[in-house]
C-alpha cells in the first residue's frame, strides 16, 4: 500500500469518526428527554471520549510513520553504499585516483 493511500485511509478514518460523534451527539440532544445541564454534561463525556480516541489513533499512527521512516533511511543509507561500490569497481582509476568526487560519495553513505 503506498503511502498516499494509507494517509488517504487514516484521514477518512478519522473524518469517520469525527462525523459519527458530531451526527450522534446531535441525535441525542434532540431525543433525549433530558435538561440542558446533563445534555451539556453527556456531549462534554461524548467529546472526551472522541479526543481520546483521536489521541491514541494519531500516536499510533505516528509511531508507524516514524518506523517506516526509519526502515526507508536504511534502506537508502544501504543503496547509497552499494551504488558507490559498483562505481569503484567499475571505473578505471586515473593517477591513482577514481573520477569520481569520493568525499561527497563517502559523506552520502554514512550521513545522518
Known amino acids: 500500500m503506498t503511502m ?3 494517509r488517504g485511509r487514516i484521514g477518512r478514518t478519522i473524518g469517520t469518526l469525527a462525523l459519527g460523534a458530531t451526527v450522534g451527539s446531535l441525535l441525542a440532544l434532540f431525543y433525549a428527554p433530558v435538561s ?3 445534555a451539556r454534561r453527556r456531549i462534554r463525556r461524548q467529546f472526551q471520549v472522541f ?3 483521536a489521541t491514541r489513533q ?3 499512527t505516528r509511531v508507524r510513520l516514524l518506523k517506516q521512516a526509519r526502515e526507508l533511511r536504511a534502506a537508502a ?3 547509497v ?3 558507490r561500490e559498483w562505481v569503484l569497481e567499475r571505473l578505471p582509476a586515473a593517477n591513482g585516483r577514481h573520477p569520481t568526487n569520493h568525499h561527497r560519495i563517502a559523506r552520502a553513505a554514512h550521513s545522518p
Do not use: I, Y
Open 36 to 38: 440542558g445541564q446533563v
Open 77 to 79: 543509507v544501504e543503496r
Open 4 to 6: 498516499n493511500a494509507r
Open 58 to 60: 494519531l500516536q499510533r
Open 51 to 53: 479526543q481520546s480516541t
Open 81 to 83: 553504499g552499494q551504488t
